[in-house]
């Protein structure tokens, strides 16, 4: 893929905006559309890209198989964290109120909590997915050779 020049050049200038887009949806999720899923793959989209257009193995590189086990059981831990804390505090599982003096700010703390544990899971297991189904491919065409 390294006779593709332009295709290269202009990756290289998307992803980050694709990574800039992916932390607006996270960040503006609790105030309107969007949130954690969709952050997640578009997030995981930027990599998703990254390979297609660099080869699997750079990709690999610089997202590596532990990095993603750790954010999709990171993620998880967030998101059960945050219900688990509000059981602590006196509420309900994912009962946010409890979290700060203030209900409305215990609320907004608990539903940023949620949307980025959601987020960082998507994100990671949607690269994962690609990269298991990708590696797949890549070893089918190592064994024809």
């Known amino acids: 893929m390294s006779h593709h020049l332009v295709v290269r050049v202009v990756s290289k200038m998307l992803i980050p905006f694709i990574i800039l887009f992916a932390l607006y949806v996270q960040l503006h999720g609790d105030f309107g559309p969007g949130g954690g899923f969709q952050a997640g793959v578009i997030f995981a989209s930027a990599f998703v890209l990254y390979a297609l257009v660099f ?75 690609f990269f298991m189904f990708a590696g797949r491919g890549a070893n089918l065409d190592e064994m024809e050779e």
Do not use: W
């Not at 080869?55 to 990095?67: H, N, S």
């Not at 831990?77 to 203030?102: A, E, K, P, Q, R």
């Not at 209900?103 to 959601?118: D, K, T």
């Open 55 to 129: 080869g699997l193995d750079a990709a690999r590189k610089v997202l590596p198989d532990g990095v993603l086990r750790v954010c999709i059981a990171l993620g998880v831990l967030i998101f059960g964290g945050t219900g688990v804390l509000g059981l602590f505090l006196g509420g309900n599982f994912l009962d946010y109120s409890v979290l700060s003096h203030v209900p409305a700010h215990g609320q907004h703390y608990g539903i940023f909590a949620i949307e980025f544990g959601v987020g960082l899971t998507v994100a990671a297991a949607m690269a994962t997915i």
